[in-house]
């Protein structure tokens, strides 16, 4: 069972064998409470700007300067809060249904915990073991350093999505990190030249932009 949890106003969620819910008001301290709770993920109400930044710079400092997984619920009226929608697994805009939460709240977890069925991502002759942190080209072990492999593991299981190096930046090495958009570009290069041997393409540059994983056929096992 995968303990979840809200940090808002008590709700009618959906509840079933898979999910437990707790609860914390907006005005307690999560620092305090999290690790009584250890939740597997943070859902929060993101009504007041000021609140949200405080639950996002608490999220950071039990993460160790990398947000802990988190999705946020937005008033229409916080849409503008950029920063904290690029940091979230998925948002929802309310008004909202609770199945359609319990639905993406189980999505994320999937995501950020595969099974044993969803341990292994192929795309092409690229495999990544998420579990065993091992990845292989046809077959052959690649071996990447720690940034590389968290850049290619965030990349692959995002096909399709663009991240900004800020975004990379800020996932990757943390908030507290004082080198420049350029560690993103270099890192990404030095990743390009390991895996994509052969005329593979993975890795994608959107020009101005950032980087994306490009959308192949890809399994999971």
Request: charged letters at 35%; zero cysteines; glycine letters at 8%.
């Amino acid at each position: 069972m995968w303990r979840v949890l809200f940090i808002g106003g008590k709700r009618d969620l959906e509840r079933d064998d898979s999910l437990r819910w707790e609860f914390l008001a907006p005005e307690d301290d999560l620092l305090d409470a999290f690790p009584r709770s250890k939740p597997d993920l943070v859902v929060f109400e993101a009504r007041d700007p000021e609140v949200a930044k405080g639950v996002l710079e608490d999220l950071r400092a039990l993460g160790g300067g990398v947000p802990l997984p988190f999705i946020v619920i937005l008033s229409p009226s916080l849409l503008a809060l950029d920063n904290l929608i690029g940091e979230a697994h998925d948002f929802i805009l309310e008004p909202y249904h609770p199945k359609e939460l319990a639905i993406r709240v189980r999505k994320a977890l999937r995501r950020i915990f595969p099974s044993e069925k969803e341990g292994i991502l192929r795309a092409g002759d690229l495999t990544i073991d998420l579990k065993a942190r091992r990845v292989t080209l046809g077959g052959e072990p690649v071996l990447l350093t720690f940034k590389e492999y968290e850049l290619l593991k965030l990349l692959a299981t995002n096909p399709g999505r663009v991240f900004s190096r800020e975004t990379l930046l800020n996932r990757i090495w943390g908030y507290d990190y004082f080198g420049g958009e350029r560690t993103v570009d270099v890192h990404i290069r030095r990743l390009r030249a390991k895996i994509e041997k052969g005329g593979n393409t993975f890795i994608e540059t959107v020009r101005g932009v950032g980087y994306r994983f490009r959308e192949i056929p890809r399994e999971r096992l």
